[in-house]
């Protein structure tokens, strides 16, 4: 019986390999079949790689050289990400001011903005900009100034990714500030104290030192970083309202000698006259970003350049103006993710040391000055200077320097009297406010 089983099993075996057989020794196509006309629309089944590239516009404000080097540096994160198409706009900082007020026309179309850093807050609270905290790659983030992430953090979130910073400094001519004796009879000497700024000023206005500054009156960024200087007060006080004794004390002789400077101020220009008029004692001092200074120092001679110093005393307070800028990240964008991709890819530290190496501007990140000693020494300054002091960064600080700079106009044009200036800085401040 057993063995009548067996052989029943062993038949239907078989029986099952002769069925099966055909299919298992069929030939494999070559060639995957073509997709039928009714397939077409099944969006199910479409691989990764079928995704449109990319496109992004992109606006710059900045001058031709730092354009011309975002440009090189976007070309060679192209070849990285070649299902990319950037395209970059160069907006004059000039022409590029009134965007801010009218970003809603001015920037139709753009994806990724480099702005001045003091905008991003004003933009992020207008609803203009998207968040950029994913553009900030492995430990970016961390590595930011506290001084610098305040103009681009609002609401608990980033929504500018900083790019440089380039904060102002007084370059001197040291035998004209040398030629002014301190109270004690010793030459005078940078750091200025207080009191050398008084005794400048009457020495200066003893000389009928006439022209002895120059300083670009049309920058609010330049007459905070004086004004500062001058008074001994911390710029944020300033901007924030608190005039103090602005044209009294300590600086009101400085300002007197100042305001009877004939016509303008002249502009700190890049061009060798001025960097030879500079060095040759024609003028005292001039008030700069940092990387104009360091420009202008190096195409002067070796003895020329001797006779010069950048005096940065003044980012040992606890806020200074940075004139730096970020990318941000327009609203209405619908390239998100390529934006936060290619801003991740243009803030790198080696690209920031390439911006300092060629521009002059300086990194962001605190570990690239633990490692290049050539840099100037922010991250080994105290938690309470700039730039590791988070300072009160208002979104409306841009149209306050607007009015500092209004100030200043109609004190330098003879229509407002110097000790009229703290009460009319309060009119303008309350203006602000109600129409803000």
Same mark, same amino acid.
Do not use: C
């Given at each position: ?61 900045? @001058? ?18 070649? /299902? ?10 000039? /022409? ?42 492995? @430990? ?11 103009? =681009? ?25 040398? &030629? ?6 010793? +030459?005078?000497? !940078? ?38 200087? =001058? ?53 005292? +001092? ?43 990240? /327009? &609203? ?26 060629? !521009? ?32 009160? =960064? ?24 110097? =000790? ?10 309350? @203006? ?5």
């Amino acid at each position: 019986m057993t063995r009548r089983k067996s052989v029943v099993v062993l038949m239907l075996l078989m029986l099952a390999l002769l069925l099966t057989s055909p299919w298992a020794s069929a030939p494999v196509p070559e060639e995957v079949p073509q997709r039928s006309p009714e397939d077409a629309g099944d969006t199910a089944v479409e691989p990764a790689f079928a995704e449109r590239p990319a496109s992004l516009e992109i606006k710059i404000i900045s @001058d031709e050289t730092a354009f011309r080097l975002l440009e090189r540096q976007s070309d060679q994160l192209a070849r990285l990400h070649p /299902d990319m198409h950037v395209e970059l706009t160069r907006l004059d900082p000039a /022409d590029g001011a009134g965007l801010l007020e009218d970003w809603r026309h001015g920037a139709e179309g753009t994806d990724v903005a480099l702005v001045p850093s003091a905008w991003v807050k004003r933009l992020a609270v207008r609803g203009d900009l998207l968040t950029a905290d994913a553009a900030f790659e492995g @430990d970016a983030l961390s590595q930011q100034f506290d001084g610098i992430k305040a103009q =681009a953090k609002w609401n608990g979130f980033m929504w500018g990714v900083p790019h440089h910073l380039d904060p102002y400094v007084i370059v001197w001519n040291r035998a004209r500030l040398s &030629a002014l004796a301190r109270p004690d009879g010793s +030459a005078m000497t !940078l750091p200025l104290s207080g009191m050398d700024w008084t005794v400048l000023g009457a020495g200066l206005a003893q000389q009928n030192a006439r022209q002895w500054l120059a300083i670009d009156e049309a920058d609010p960024g330049a007459l905070l970083a004086w004004l500062s200087a =001058a008074t001994g007060m911390r710029s944020e006080r300033l901007l924030l309202g608190e005039a103090g004794d602005w044209t009294a004390g300590q600086a009101v002789s400085l300002m007197e000698t100042l305001g009877a400077t004939a016509g303008p101020l002249p502009r700190p220009v890049s061009d060798a006259s001025f960097w030879q008029a500079l060095a040759s004692g024609q003028y005292a +001092a001039a008030v700069m970003r940092q990387s104009a200074a360091a420009e202008g120092i190096a195409e002067l001679g070796r003895n020329e350049a001797a006779g010069l110093s950048i005096d940065r005393s003044g980012w040992n307070k606890p806020y200074t103006f940075d004139a730096g800028a970020s990318f941000v990240i /327009d &609203a209405r964008t619908e390239e998100k993710e390529a934006a936060k991709a290619w801003i991740a890819g243009m803030t790198t530290e080696p690209l920031q040391l390439d911006n300092y190496a060629a !521009l002059g501007v300086l990194p962001v990140y605190r570990s690239a000055y633990a490692a290049h000693h050539e840099l100037p020494a922010l991250s080994a300054q105290s938690g309470q200077q700039f730039p590791n002091w988070e300072p009160n =960064a208002a979104p409306d600080w841009p149209r306050r320097m607007e009015k500092l700079r209004s100030l200043w106009s109609e004190w330098r044009q003879g229509r407002l009297a110097l =000790a009229d200036w703290p009460s009319r800085w309060s009119e303008l401040l309350a @203006d602000l406010e109600l129409h803000d």
